[in-house]
C-alpha cells in the first residue's frame, strides 16, 4: 500500500463547476498536511496547508479526517486557470520527509 | 530577489559520466531538499539535509552524492553508478525541518 494515495484522475469538469479531491495516508504519526499544486513541467508550488479544523483559501477549501487518515481539496467555480496536477502531501512526525501522492489531473474546459 | 535557483534547466549525460545539477537558495533556510520526479510518478526524496555539513538519505539515494559545505548551497552530483538517471530533479528548502517547503524550478536529466 502506498504511503499516501489519491484518486487516479485525471478530473475533466466544465468551467464553473466544483470538483472534488481525495487523499488517504497510511501513518497515524503523521502530523502536517499540504496540498501542492504542479503546472505542466513546472515545480511544485504550495496550495495551502491543511488543518485539523478545515480551513478555506479564497476558492478552496482542504479538510482532514485524522480518524479516517483521509485528506480532501474542494475547488468551486473552477477556472480554466485551475487546470493543474494537485499533490496530496504529508509530514511524518515532523522529520521534515515530505510523503508525496502521485498527484491528481484536473482538466476545466470552456 | 529571493527564492531557489536551479541550474542548469536542461542536461545531457553520457554513459559513464557523472553530472552535477546546481541549487542556491539565498531565503536564510536551514534544510534543504533534493527530490525526483518520473513522468506520471510523485516525488521521491534523494538526500536532505537540516543544517550545514550534515546530510541524510532520503528513499532513493542510490547513485548520488551531495554535499552542504554552505547554508546557501546544496549541490547534487548523479554518478554513473545510477543507471536510470533520466528524470526531472527538483531542489526545495524549507526555514526548518518542520516548515513548508518551496521549491526551485527544477533541472532535467536526460542520458545521450
Known amino acids: 500500500r502506498k504511503e499516501v494515495e489519491q484518486d487516479p484522475g485525471p478530473f475533466n469538469v466544465p468551467e464553473g463547476a466544483t470538483v472534488a479531491f481525495n487523499c488517504t495516508y497510511s501513518?497515524?504519526?503523521?502530523?502536517?498536511f499540504f496540498w501542492y499544486r504542479q503546472d505542466c513541467r513546472k515545480e511544485p508550488k504550495l496550495l495551502m496547508s491543511?488543518?485539523?479544523s478545515g480551513n478555506e483559501d479564497g476558492r478552496f477549501t482542504a479538510q482532514l479526517n485524522r480518524a479516517s487518515q483521509y485528506i480532501s481539496l474542494l475547488i468551486r467555480d473552477s477556472k480554466l486557470s485551475d487546470s493543474a496536477t494537485y499533490l496530496c502531501v504529508v509530514n511524518t512526525l515532523n522529520t521534515g520527509k515530505l510523503i508525496f501522492g502521485q498527484g491528481t489531473t484536473l482538466q476545466v474546459k470552456p | 530577489d529571493g527564492g531557489i535557483t536551479q541550474s542548469p534547466k536542461y542536461l545531457f549525460r553520457k554513459e559513464g559520466q557523472n553530472v552535477t545539477l546546481s541549487c542556491e537558495q539565498n531565503l536564510n533556510h536551514d534544510a534543504m531538499y533534493w527530490y525526483r520526479q518520473d513522468p506520471g510518478q510523485g516525488l521521491r526524496l534523494i538526500y536532505y539535509?537540516?543544517?550545514?555539513?550534515?546530510?541524510q538519505k532520503g528513499d532513493i539515494a542510490e547513485g548520488y552524492s551531495v554535499s552542504r559545505e554552505k547554508k546557501e548551497s546544496f549541490p547534487l552530483t548523479v554518478t554513473s553508478a545510477q543507471k536510470n538517471p533520466t528524470a526531472f530533479y527538483l531542489c526545495a528548502s524549507s526555514p526548518s525541518r518542520q516548515g513548508t517547503q518551496y521549491f526551485g524550478p527544477g533541472t532535467r536529466l536526460l542520458v545521450l
Open positions: 539535509s537540516h543544517i550545514v555539513n550534515d546530510f
Open positions: 501513518n497515524s504519526a503523521s502530523q502536517s
Open positions: 491543511v488543518y485539523s
